[in-house]
């Protein structure tokens, strides 16, 4: 079992950062890749990256690639989301995932999620 808690979420006008944390409790932290979904209202919860157990290899949508750097540190358990450039379509809630990656693809489970963290941008 890994319990995931995600928080940094908040109101930010656009153009700015936002840097978000998810601390994992539970089971070891780093036999799982780990990514980020977020969710708009009206809309499908969308992946926005991801990385591998050590932290050698991320991968992003193409949304928020070049913007956006997903980081972790299994010391902490945590894994974190530097959102840069913010746009108000950003807005949405965030969550964080613990499953598994190969061949460039994250695949999430479906156990392992975050109650969410919300992002808005203000233009």
């Known amino acids: 079992q890994v319990q995931l808690v995600e928080s940094g979420g908040g109101l930010v006008q656009a153009g700015g950062s936002l840097t978000l944390s998810c601390a994992a409790s539970?089971?070891?932290?780093?036999?799982?890749?780990m990514g980020w979904f977020r969710q708009a209202p009206g809309k499908e919860r969308e992946f926005v990256a991801a990385?591998?157990?050590?932290?050698?290899?991320?991968y992003y949508s193409d949304s928020v690639k070049g913007r956006f750097i997903i980081s972790r540190n299994n010391a902490k358990n945590t894994v974190y989301l530097q959102m840069n450039s913010l746009k108000p379509e950003d807005t949405a809630v965030y969550y964080c995932?613990?499953?598994?990656?190969?061949?460039?693809?994250?695949?999430?489970?479906?156990?392992?999620w975050g109650q969410g963290t919300q992002v808005t941008v203000s233009s």
């Open positions: 995932n613990a499953g598994t990656y190969s061949r460039g693809t994250y695949y999430p489970s479906s156990e392992y």
């Open positions: 539970g089971r070891a932290f780093s036999s799982y890749a």
């Open positions: 990385i591998s157990l050590g932290g050698g290899t991320t």
